[in-house]
């Protein structure tokens, strides 16, 4: 009898011992819970823009901010534990900080006018920004404790939309200071500024290559908004796309063979090679789909649609196939990115 009440004893304490050890690998921690991949957008489901953050295949979605005032434009930081945004809840656009695994915003810039389109620098320690708290939009770049502002440039006319290269040395972005827009690059302390492309049309949306060797971007020097690649020096130039419409929003396969662009010709989205060749159509709908991204792994696309009726999520694969709705909540989804994979 002793026996029998020993062993069923050392059962129970054998089962609880191992639910304990099941809890503890499967109770995640705060760095833990962001470990899978993830899609970080704004959407207006709540009556206003907010950020939200959800799992690649549309589960555990999770509101990230919550202010009656608009968020918007969401992007995750290279290390994919931060993510940055643009705010007017302060009354007029700033740009704010949010540490995931801390849980903790923070209002990175707060100057009398609007602070848009920030861009991370490679090593995440930096922001480059355009403001036009000087009266004019130029651009400066600050540390992410919010210290260090400098402004980078000074001309009378528009800077605008700057974008940082992958090796941090420069930083490409789009002026009107020669009566139309055209692509610049400069130093990322605001020296050595050099003028890309030299057209009568408006050149736009200047988007790094992988490996910082080229720049994709969208003119007008047609008749219509095209897709063009040149070298980051501005030699080269090659047209990738040719519609009867407007193409926009270029975006870059990680290893740099392909160039993913929306054409405003169908609301397509199409796939070329960086030479302009083998020009594919991705999706086939009734709808526009736009915000395009693609994951670190290469694999696949992530994008908002409005094919269905609503403006939603979607993700598709970079050959087209395998489409997927991820949102079905009334209220537009915009501007998905893909989280950086981690190291």
Known sequence: MKSTVSSFIWIIGFILFMVIIFNCNNNPTNADKFAVTQI???????????????????????????????????????????VIFTSNRGGNWDIYILYLEEDTLVRLTSSVGDDLEPDWSPDGNRVVFQSDQNGNNDIYIIDINGENQQQLTESSFADLTPQWSPNGDLIAFVSYRDGNAEIYTMDCDGDNELKLTNSFREDLEPRWSPDG????????????????????????????????SDDWNPCWLPDGKYIFFYSFVDGEIYRADVTGENLVRLTHSSGSNVDLSVSPDGQTIVFASNRDGDTDIYTMDINGDNLSRLTYISGLDRAPKFRPRLE
Do not use: C
């Open 40 to 82: 970080v957008f704004h959407s207006e489901r709540d009556g206003n823009r907010e950020i939200y953050m959800m799992d690649s295949d549309g589960g555990n979605t999770v509101r990230l901010t919550e202010n009656p005032a608009m968020d918007s434009n969401p992007k995750w930081s290279p290390a994919g534990d931060k």
């Open 213 to 244: 060797l080229k720049i994709a971007f969208s003119t007008h020097r047609s008749d219509d908004e095209d897709i063009y690649v040149m070298n980051a020096n501005g030699t080269g130039q090659i047209k990738i796309s040719d519609s009867p």
